[in-house]
């Protein structure tokens, strides 16, 4: 017992005694409660954030394979460089949550759900709490691949496993800093007499990459979003533990052919240890953002001619530098940073074909001779075979996993599509936290989500077939996100 408080408590049983023996025994009884209830409540520290960060090998090994992500095969003979699942883990004591970042062009459902049940079974994290998204990378295998199925499973639940296994006393910061100058809206209006045809006979309004020739540019369909956002992890003794990034930019492309590359992603995560002045323990990670209308082309100017992996370099040391400077800007890193997520499954339409859209994609696919053919639209008969599939599909809806979750005072959307950089930049607006970051791309690949307001003016992103929900889809997902967001600051 504290000998001021045991002085104090022997004056008043003693002045106390004297007037009344039975008064003495009540308030005796009433300090040494009081007094066990504030050791107990000194004892009951606040708990301290830990974290910890893995990274695993998830290149394939046999080759050849199609990369797919391009309307003609595209064969790997090779690795440039690893492809990788990334895993942050954090807990708070309450909570415990995995970010995990992986190197493809869009992990499906099957393979997040099996996953995440092999993380959670062997770590106990629970399934609702990991966040497993796709960095986009145009330069690996398909998820579902039969060869490569196992090894990309295996990884994604190894790497939170072992992350899981290394948590230790941390403290976590965050901040923005813009790169804008690598950032293109790649939907363009064009000047009159320049919009070709689409593959459904049609005039759209915009048109997806249409080269960069002053003559036929007019200005771009929208805006994008230059920041890159970070979650920076450190150890008790300040030592840099984990970088977790997101950046709203499509993949980089330009590596060299016929190899498996992370893109600019697996770049950025290589040099980042040597930003911060990090150990072998450190690992960094680029999460792809609101990119589905975003790229790195820049429209009405001639770039010099690259050399294969030298505009991936250029992007990832420029990301790599904004990275930096947000770290800059991080005066303190909190280790009792509140943890909290939601996950929410909600249930859209897909999108259907009129009878007249139908008919014309049969008479598409009835043509046979070469000729006809080549008269026919570019990608004609892709479209009309995607037109055909939406039509015959007997389950109607398509139901998405959103999640939200909170890191301290940042707030992290994610949704499971090539999401415009409009609805990244309008739930950052609306959020109720002071710092929002979107990861596109999370927990499934669902192809891309305009607005209403871009679904009018037609192009490569909302054709059926690229463009599979719901024309209000994304009307619907930011309103269960702001949802989400509003009952997670409540959380004190």
Not at 451 to 465: A, F, K
Request: aromatic fraction near 6%; proline fraction near 7%.
């Amino acid at each position: 017992m504290n000998r001021p408080i045991l002085c104090l408590f022997i004056f008043l049983c003693s002045t106390i005694s004297r007037a009344s023996p039975w008064l003495c025994v009540a308030v005796a009884f009433t300090v040494l409660l009081a007094l066990k209830s504030g050791a107990a409540a000194l004892e009951t520290k606040v708990p301290l954030l830990r974290a910890a960060a893995a990274a695993v090998d998830i290149t394939p090994r046999i080759f050849p394979f199609n990369m797919p992500g391009l309307f003609t095969a595209n064969m790997a003979e090779s690795a440039h460089d690893p492809l990788h699942s990334r895993a942050l883990v954090l807990d708070d004591g309450t909570t415990a949550l995995a970010l995990v970042v992986v190197d493809n062009l869009g992990v499906a459902r099957e393979i997040v759900d099996e996953a995440k049940a092999i993380a959670a079974k062997r770590c106990g994290i629970a399934p609702e709490k990991i966040l497993i998204s796709s960095t986009h990378t145009h330069s690996g295998p398909s998820s579902m691949a039969a060869n490569y199925r196992k090894i990309l499973t295996d990884g994604i639940a190894e790497s939170i496993v072992r992350a899981h296994g290394a948590l230790r006393p941390a403290a976590v910061g965050v901040a923005v800093h813009p790169l804008p100058e690598e950032v293109f809206n790649r939907r363009w209006f064009l000047k009159p007499g320049k919009m070709p045809l689409n593959p459904f006979g049609k005039m759209d309004q915009v048109k997806m990459n249409p080269g960069t020739r002053p003559d036929v540019l007019d200005h771009p369909a929208g805006p994008t979003d230059p920041d890159i956002t970070i979650v920076f992890v450190q150890d008790a003794k300040r030592q840099p533990l984990a970088l977790y990034a997101n950046y709203s930019l499509h993949y980089v492309g330009g590596a060299p052919k016929g190899m498996v590359s992370a893109d600019y992603y697996g770049e950025f995560a290589r040099l980042m240890p040597f930003r911060v002045g990090a150990g072998k323990d450190f690992v960094a990670m680029m999460s792809n953002g609101t990119s589905g209308d975003i790229n790195n082309r820049p429209f009405l100017v001639t770039r010099p001619p690259r050399e294969p992996f030298e505009q991936i370099r250029i992007v990832a040391q420029k990301a790599a530098d904004a990275a930096w400077r947000a770290r800059a800007k991080i005066t303190a890193c909190d280790a009792n940073a509140r943890l909290g997520m939601i996950q929410r499954e909600v249930t859209l339409s897909l999108r259907q074909p009129t009878a007249e859209q139908v008919a014309e994609a049969r008479a598409v696919l009835a043509v046979q001779d070469e000729a006809g053919r080549a008269r026919q639209p570019p990608l004609a008969e892709n479209y009309a075979r995607k037109t055909i599939e939406l039509f015959e599909r007997k389950d109607k809806t398509l139901t998405v996993q959103l999640q939200a979750l909170r890191i301290g005072g940042l707030a992290i959307c994610c949704m499971p599509f090539e999401t415009f950089a409009e609805i990244g930049r309008e739930l950052k607006k609306r959020s109720p936290f002071s710092l929002t970051m979107v990861v596109g791309l999370a927990n499934a690949s669902h192809g891309y989500l305009p607005t209403p307001e871009q679904h009018r003016l037609g192009g490569y992103e909302t054709w059926m077939g690229t463009c599979r929900v719901q024309e209000d889809a994304s009307v619907i997902l930011i309103n269960n996100q702001l949802e989400m967001l509003a009952e997670l600051v409540k959380e004190k």
